[in-house]
C-alpha cells in the first residue's frame, strides 16, 4: 500500500474532523460517568463479573462462528449462481437486521417454539436458543458483506483459473477465500461486537439470569440501581475487552491482492459438476432454511393486522427520515475514515481509526447516552435535541455496518486508480465524481442501505431519547406491546419489514442502473 | 429528499413551539402519554380548570424518569413527576428533590389507607398471575401451588434488574417466603420459561401461545373483555394474597411553578382525572370516579391480603434481594 500513498497526498481536514466528532462523542459519553467512578472509589466489583464477561465472550464467540460458518458455503452458492429468486431471497435476507429483538424472537419461537412446526428441533431457550437467535440476525449479513466481496472478483480472475485447469477447490483457495478473508476479520468484528452487546435476546432466550451479558449488567446499573460509577467501570471492561479483540482481529486482516482487471462480466468457468450443483443448491437451501421460516412467520402473524393510522404513518415518516439522517451521517464519517484509513502508513493511526470505526458497539449506546445528557444538561435542555441525539447515536451505530461494505471496494479501487489519477491530476471532488463513485456505486449503496436499516431497526438510541413526538417503527411496536396491542404490533412488525424490503430493491436498482454508465 | 428534511426540521421543532400561558411540565412514562393513554384527555380536562398548559415530557418508564431527576438534579424543568411506584417511593424521596404535596390523604383511595406526605396516589393494582384457560383447567390457587406445581406448565416472568412487574413478583416471594425465599425459587425454577428485560416481551409470549402463565397484573383480563370481548385470559387469586402495586406522583419543591402543582396533585384525585384511568391506563382508579366502574373492572380480583413492602425496606434491601435472587438461579 505505501508505495500509492506517497504519490497522492490526503487532505487532512476531513479526517481530523471525522476522528474528531467520533472522540468527542465517546468521551463526552464516557468521561462523566467515569469521573462519578473516580469519585466513588471504584467500588463495585465483585463475583459476578467474571461470570457474566465469560458468558458474554463465550456466547458472542460461538455466534460469530456459527454465524461465518453458514454464511461462507451460502455466499459462495450466491455468488457462482443466477437462478430465478436469487434477488428475491437476498433481498429478504436484509431484513432481519432491522427487527427489533423482541420480534425476531417472537417470528422464531413461531417457528422452533413450543407450538411451532420445528417444536424440539432445537430447545430454544438457554445458549442453543440464544445462538440460533443471533445467527438469525448476522448470518445474512455476513452473506450479503461476502458477497459483495466475491462480486469484486476481476472476471480475469476466473478465466485464468479455467485456463490453468483450476478445479474447483483450487478456484476457492486461489481466487475466492483470498477475496472473502480480506475482509474476514472485519465481519467476525462486526458479529462478535453485536452479539457481545446483545441484550433483550439473551435475556429472552437465555431462560434465566445465568444468562447475562455485560450489557445487561451495565443496563441493570444505569437504571434499576442507578449506579453511574458501577456502570463506567462496566464499560470500561466491555471498552477493554473489545478494544483488544478488535485490534488482534485487525492483525489477522490480510491486504488485498488486485489485478489489473478489464470490464465485463464475471463469467465463471468452474462448479459446473453435478456435485458442485447439489452442494450449492444444498448450502442455499440451508441458509434460507435459517432465515426465511421466522420471516415468514413474522409477515403472516401480522399481515392482516396492520392498522393503518395517523401513529403508524407518522412513525413511518419518523424512521425514514432519522434512518437517511443516520445512514448519510455513517456513510460520511465512514468514507472519511476509510480514505484515510487505505492510504494511511501508520499501523498504529489505522488501529485507532478501526477502534473508531467501531464506538458505538465498543461503547454501550446506554451509556453514551447518559454521558451525553449529563455533559449537556447544564448547556441546553436536551430533551429538543432528542431527534439530533437519536440521529449522532445511530450514525455511530451504523459506522460498523458501512465500514465492510466500502472498506475492501475503497482500497481495491484505490489501487486501481490512484496512479492514473495522479497522473492526470485528477483529485477532490472532480475525482470523487469521476472515479469513485462510479467505480464504486455498489458498495456505497449497500454501505448506506446497511446504515439505514441499522437505524430503522435500532430500539436503544430511541429508547433512550424518544418521546411522545419521536415515535419510530420500533418504538411503536414496543408502544402497542406495552398497551396490550399485540396485534396491531405485529401489523406494524410487518410494515417495517416490507420498508427494509423496498429500501433494498430501491438501492439495487440504483446499483444496477448504472452498471454501464 | 428535501420533503424527509422539512419533516425532520418539524419535529425539531415541534418541541419548541412558543408557550405563553403558564406552562406545567409533567414528567411521566411513555405509555401514559402515548395515543392509547390517558395523558392526553387529562391534558384537555385539566386545561380547561386553569389558565395554563400541562408539557407532558415522556420518558421510558418510572425509573427512567426518576433517573432523569438524578441526572438533572436542581436544573430540572420538571414540576412534577407522576409514575413512580411505591417501590421507588423511598428511593425518589431520598434524593430530596421532591417537596411536601400538602393534599388531603383521605381522598387516596387505595387498598390501605395512605400516609405518603411527599407522594400522592393516582392508581393500582395488584400483580397476578394471568392464565390461559384454553391451556389451563386448573389454576393455581396459591403461590405456594404455583412453586411446587406441574413444572411442565410454564410461567414466564420479567428480569427483576430491568423490570418494574419484575421486582414486583420478587417482592412478592419475598413478603410470602421470607428467609425461605430463596428456595422457593429453587423450586419454582423449573416452571419459568424465562425471564424477559420488560412485560411487554413477556406478555407478547403469553398471547402468542408459546406459554400458559405470564406475570402481570389483575387488571389484564378486563383488557381482553373490553377491547377483545374474550374472557380466554384470567387472573389467578393466591389466598397468601397478592402484592400490591401503587403508581405514584409528587411534586418537585423548588418548582417556581409549586402552587399549580399542588393543584394538579388535587384535581388528580377526582374524578377529571380518575374517569380517564380505567381504561387508558388498565389499572384501579385511586380517587373518586363520577360514575361505578364499567363491569370489567369490578370483575377485577380483590385480594383477601394485601402484600406491601414499606418503601423504605424496599430501598433498603432492594440490591441484596436481587443478588439473594441471582445467587440462587445461578447456582
Redo the contacts between chains.
Sequence with gaps: MAQYARKIKIPKLPIVIALGFILVAVTSGFLPLFWLSLRAGFGGLDAYLPRVISFTLKQAFLSTVLSLLFALPVALAFARRQFPARNMLLKLFSIPLALPAIVAVLGIIGIYGNNGFLHGLISVYGLPGILLAHVFFNMPMAVRLMLTQLEAVPPESFRLGAQLGFTDSQVFRFIEWPQIASSLSGIASLIFLLCAASFAVVLILGGGPQATTLEVAIYQSLRMDFDPARAALLALAQFSICTLLVLIAGRFAQSIAVFPRALGEIRRYHGKSLAARVADALAIFIGCMLILPPILQVILTGITKIQLDHSLLRAIITSLTIGFASASLGLILGWVLAQYTARSRSAVLRSAIRVASLAALIMPPAVLATGWFITLTNFTDVSRLAAVMVIMLNGLMALPFIWPAIYPALVESMQRHDRLCGSLGLKGWDRLRLVDLPVLRKPIGLAFLMGMIVSLGDLSAITLFGSEHLVTLPALIMRQMGHYRMDAAAGTAVVLSVFCFVLISLAQSWSNSRDHA | ?SR??A??LA??S???LAQAKETLTIYTY??F?????P?TKIKESFEKTCDCTIE???L?DG??A??RI???GA?T?ADIVLGLDTSLAAEAAATGFFGKHGVDLSLAKTPMPWTDEIFMPFDYAHFAVIYDTEKIKVPPRSLDELVNGDASQKIVLE????STPG?GFLLWMKAVYKDKAADAWKKL?PR??????G???A???F?????PMVLSYTT?PA??VV?ENTSRYQAAPFNEGHYLQIEVAGLIEKSPRKLLAQKFLSFMMTPAFQDFIPSNN?MLPAGTTATPLASAFSDVIKPAKTFLFSPEDVYKN??AW??E??NT??K
Design positions: 429528499m424527509l428534511f419533516c425532520l419535529i425539531l415541534f418541541a419548541s411513555e405509555s402519554v402515548s395515543e392509547w393513554g395523558g407532558w415530557v415522556s421510558g425509573v427512567a426518576l433517573n438524578k441526572l438533572e436544573n424543568k428480569d427483576p434488574r430491568s421486582l425454577q419459568i420459561l424465562t425471564f424477559t428485560p412485560w411487554s416481551e406478555y407478547g409470549l398471547t402468542k401461545g408459546e406459554v389484564s383488557y381482553h377491547a388498565w432492594r440490591r436481587i443478588d435472587w441471582l438461579l445461578v
